[in-house]
């Protein structure tokens, strides 16, 4: 299910971004826009399966038009800087989740040995082809 909640991101001097969600109280940051949408959405998957997985419900996303990133860095107690913006960041947390979230595991294989040294000499991830080929098998599920 989609879930979509309001962030205001703020630039810093050395063109980082900080990214807060006003209905959560959390923040994160990442190291330019496209680095901080992403973690944005990371940040929204992650405390939307939190609260799920701990019973909690989840606020009411609040309206853009209550957003006012200045007030809101005001009520942290700091100055805000003159760029700050709120932007919807939408995720869909539990295909999110099973994406990224999910814990590794290790499984053994057996596979020639000619092939193993051949992969080996190219610099073949045995791990990551072994998820692509199952993602492909079982439909990107």
């Known amino acids: 299910m989609l879930s979509i909640y309001p962030a ?21 940051c990442g190291d330019d826009l496209h680095d901080a949408m992403n973690m944005a ?20 996303p609040s309206s853009m038009e209550s957003i006012d990133p200045i007030a809101y860095s005001r009520s942290l107690g700091t100055e805000p800087p003159s760029d700050g913006f709120a ?9 999110y989740a099973k994406l990224h979230f999910n814990k590794s595991v290790r499984k053994s294989l057996t596979i020639p040995q000619w092939l193993n040294e051949k992969a080996l000499s190219q610099g073949i991830n045995f791990s990551q082809v072994l998820q692509e080929a199952l993602l492909e ?5």
């Open 8 to 28: 205001i991101f703020y630039k810093d001097d050395k063109g980082r971004y900080s990214v807060c969600f006003p209905d959560f109280d959390v923040a994160t």
């Open 41 to 60: 959405i990371e940040c929204l998957a992650a405390q939307i399966i939190w609260a799920q997985k701990d019973g909690e419900d989840l606020p009411t």
């Open 87 to 95: 932007s919807l960041i939408s995720v869909d947390a539990e295909e």
């Open 137 to 141: 098998k079982v439909g990107g599920q």
